[in-house]
């Protein structure tokens, strides 16, 4: 017997070897480039495969393959036309597929999704443009009005009409929601039902009628609201004031006037709950100890097109992602939990799996990755219980030269407790530190799995300390919001009491710290250097926030008054206590080496950022290094520029901390 499964195991991970051969150093161009291969998914008959393919390994310019499921031989190339990409796609039925559309923004280099969908066989004819026009021109401006649809229903009875989500932008204030059937050989559309608010979300039922509404509503001082259609009309079932909790609808329950839904008004953390429509009785079905639940797994009743669904269970990410069963009977838990036996220290999802009704062999695509590996799509034939190799994600990585990523829990001056992830490199200790604080703040965390930039530093020599400070996201509310007005208050302290931990525990010294972040990252990376000048060697901004007061006059966020509200209540409401949190405020206590990265065309925080630190630094004389593109956004996408700021990036810390 153990023979048995250490033989199954063996050929289970063998599936995962890369396709490379070389010994040498991994080179910084693979760190660079981005996947090949995402988002592999099955068609419902299981004939065809799809998946979105760069063979610049880029990010724009993505293509939509079709596979031969037997012989996994590429078979069509669909583009979406002009210089737009595709960015995501479903199968709408056996022989058509939806893609959505994205585009780069005029000289800016980043990519967006533009709201254009169109509709294609499988062979590439019969595109017909459902949103948009695929005249990118007109999409070029992110402000500009347009139209978003998402798919609410695939009408599995119906092969050639889908029900459409239809969301309106550009106004200041948007629009209401429509819920429309769509042909998706035509084009046309019937317009079924509205929102009660602006910008809702909307939700079938597992027969394809709308039942609920639910969001943030902006003409009620964004307070998140539910309402259940009866008839015609909309009943609120639930409505709480801003940052006090929200109940989320999930999925409905098979056979059941209820719900499954996420909820944390009377918690702290998010936790999964029954929730009856008719007598509003709340039965709690799982909470985690410290972190909110996160994406549920269904099992799918064979033949429905993926449309009605019971509840097997929940993934939840404390430190590495697991999945928590909460069925018994599940045969998709069955599936799921032996699938995951078999690839240890991986995370094993199914992405998607055949539906049609009496066929001859049920198929399921199965993506693996780890802290290691970019991603690994799979075939697994449920019927004679065989995996196969469909794609790898990013065919350069090899997992054997990847370093592990380690959880870790260290308590704060305070008492409180913060979680992240250690990365080191080969060899013994003390290593050389870099404390890479992840951006938003608000909302974002870091999460356990591959990160070029890490396994970068990694494979250079670095040690890279992530950590999930103060108002950090998947920790509870009261983690998130006891962190507003706190951007150089204790946000910053949890960075410094996590990089004398690290000096405590042996991992690296005094003198050979760094620290480097994008965006409220790169504001972390200046602030903590000029708040604690001794603890840190050298501090690198990338896309960087400097100047809070310059936040609220330049940039996408200011736009709109409740990215102004955000703003005052979040991070700073006078300009006095703007001043205060901004880190040029105290450039004279620096002693840190300065690098300054931006993107010309940053749209999120502007190219004055880094302007105004590179003036206030030059007024002082102090030397800094500047890299900036002028077509990039907010971060690199360019696979040569990307290359150059990893180059440059080791180069300079290299300089202040390397061996």
């Known amino acids: 017997m153990l023979k048995t499964i250490a033989t199954k195991l063996i050929i289970a991970l063998s599936l995962l070897a890369p396709n490379i051969y070389a010994n040498e150093q991994t080179p910084l161009r693979h760190f660079a480039e ?34 031969d499921t037997k012989t996994m031989e590429n078979l069509h190339q669909i ?36 709201g254009g969908m169109i509709a294609v066989n499988i062979d590439g004819t ?24 998402e798919i609410a229903d695939r009408l599995p009875k119906d092969d050639r009409h889908v029900l459409m989500e239809v969301r309106t932008w550009g106004s200041k204030d948007g629009a209401l929601t ?40 902006i003409d009620d001082e964004e307070a998140w609201k539910v309402f259940l259609r009866q008839g015609e009309s909309w009943k609120l079932l639930s409505k709480t004031d801003e940052y006090k909790g929200r109940l989320i609808p999930q999925a409905f329950v098979l056979n059941e006037e209820a719900i499954i839904i996420k909820d944390n008004i009377e918690t702290d953390t998010e936790a999964l709950y029954h929730f009856n429509l008719e007598s509003g009785k709340k039965t709690l079905l799982y909470k985690h100890p410290y972190v909110d639940v996160g994406d549920l797994e269904m099992d799918y009743v064979k033949g429905t097109d993926n449309t ?44 998607s799996e055949t539906s ?34 469909i794609r790898q994600a990013h065919s350069f990585i090899d997992s054997n030269k990847m370093r592990p990523m380690e959880p870790y829990k260290i308590t704060v001056r305070d008492g409180k407790t913060i979680y992240g992830y250690l990365t080191r490199p080969e060899g013994e200790g003390p290593f050389p530190l870099i404390m890479h604080p992840h951006g938003g703040p608000y909302g974002p965390r870091d999460r356990w799995g591959f990160n070029e930039e890490v396994q ?7 040690a890279v300390l992530q950590v999930n400070f103060r108002g950090s996201g998947g920790y509870g509310k009261d983690f998130m919001y006891s962190a507003f007005q706190q951007w150089a208050g204790e946000m910053q302290d949890d960075l410094t009491d996590s990089v004398r931990w690290a000096i405590d525990s042996g991992i690296t010294e005094e003198g050979r710290v760094c620290i480097y972040g994008a965006s409220y990252g790169g504001y972390s990376a200046l602030m903590s250097a000029v708040k604690e000048p001794d603890l840190y060697a050298c501090t690198a901004g990338y896309v960087g926030v400097y100047d809070l007061e310059l936040m609220t006059k330049k940039g996408d966020i200011q736009r709109r008054d409740e990215g102004l509200d955000y703003v005052k209540e979040a991070i700073c409401d006078t300009p006095a206590s703007c001043k205060a949190g901004s ?70 810390f290299d300089r202040n901390i390397g061996s």
């Open 583 to 652: 880190p040029i405020t105290y450039l004279d206590r620096l002693k840190a080496d300065v690098m300054i990265i931006h993107g010309k065309d940053d749209q999120r925080v502007p190219f004055a950022h880094a302007e105004v630190l590179r003036d206030e630094l030059d007024k002082r004389d102090i030397d800094y290094e500047w890299l900036v593109k002028a077509k990039e956004g907010h971060g690199f996408v360019n696979v040569d520029n990307r290359e150059e700021l990893y180059k440059k990036l080791l180069a300079f």
């Open 308 to 351: 009605k669904a019971y509840l097997a269970g929940v993934w939840v990410e404390p430190d590495y992602k697991t999945f928590i069963p909460l069925s018994d009977e599940s045969e998709h838990n069955r599936m799921l939990l032996a699938l995951q036996a078999q690839f240890p220290e991986h995370v094993v999802e199914i992405t």
């Open 178 to 217: 429509r819920l429309v059937k769509l042909n998706i050989y035509n084009g046309r559309t019937v317009s079924l039902a509205s929102s009660p608010f602006k910008n809702a979300s909307l939700m079938v039922d597992p027969d394809g009628e709308l039942r609920l509404a639910y969001g943030s509503d």
């Open 79 to 114: 583009s979406i036309g002009g210089s737009g990409f595709i960015v995501d796609f479903s199968w709408a039925n056996n022989e058509r597929l939806i893609a959505w559309q994205g585009i780069k923004s005029g000289t800016q280099e980043l990519p967006f999704r533009t």
């Open 126 to 149: 019969k595109k017909r443009w459902l949103y948009g026009s695929g005249n990118s021109k007109q999409k070029a401006s992110r402000f500009s009005s347009s139209v978003s649809a």
């Open 34 to 67: 981005f996947n090949t291969w995402s988002s592999i998914k099955i068609s419902p008959d299981g004939s065809y495969l799809a998946g979105i393919v760069d063979t610049d390994s880029g990010l724009g310019g993505s293509k939509l393959m079709v596979i």
């Open 456 to 462: 970068m530093l990694a494979s250079r020599g670095y």
């Open 356 to 389: 049609a009704k009496d066929l001859d062999r049920e198929l399921a695509v199965v993506s693996v990755w780890s802290d290691k590996l970019p991603g690994m799509y799979l075939l697994f034939d449920k019927t004679n219980k065989k995996l196969s190799r």
